[in-house]
């Protein structure tokens, strides 16, 4: 069964960095589609970034581009999201999600029903 854990969350100044990382067992990792969600406290859980299960597809939410990098290490089952630039407006707890019926992403990438499996979360918090 697929068990996805996020790490590396945690408590940043506006503008500082961060990269969480989610490790994925039970499942072949490379024939996951994978992406970021984050929901901030009393908001709708929101599309942030995906990743095809080569790495050759990558997309990201208009609110986090040219700040956020999504990659993964196939070798080592991992994928991450390394955040600069980080706003307060990014606090919330992120989310890792797979979806183990295919390794690519299709137009529904940014929708929470394109993904099957979800991780408990890691939270970030930017101070101003």
């Known amino acids: 069964q697929l068990q996805l854990v996020e790490s590396g969350g945690g408590l940043v100044q506006a503008g500082g960095s961060l990269r969480l990382s989610c490790a994925a067992s039970?499942?072949?990792?490379?024939?996951?589609?994978m992406g970021w969600f984050r929901q901030a406290p009393g908001k709708e859980r929101e599309f942030v970034a995906a990743?095809?299960?080569?790495?050759?597809?990558?997309y990201y939410a208009d609110s986090v581009k040219g700040r956020v990098t999504i990659s993964r290490d196939n070798a080592k089952n991992t994928m991450y999201l390394q955040m600069n630039k980080l706003k307060p407006d990014d606090t919330a707890v992120y989310y890792c999600?797979?979806?183990?019926?295919?390794?690519?992403?299709?137009?529904?990438?940014?929708?929470?029903?394109?993904?099957?499996?979800w991780g408990q979360g890691t939270q970030v918090t930017v101070s101003s």
């Open positions: 999600a797979a979806d183990r019926r295919s390794d690519t992403l299709y137009s529904d990438y940014d929708r929470r029903e394109a993904f099957d499996s």
């Open positions: 039970g499942h072949t990792f490379s024939s996951l589609a």
């Open positions: 990743i095809s299960g080569s790495g050759g597809q990558t």
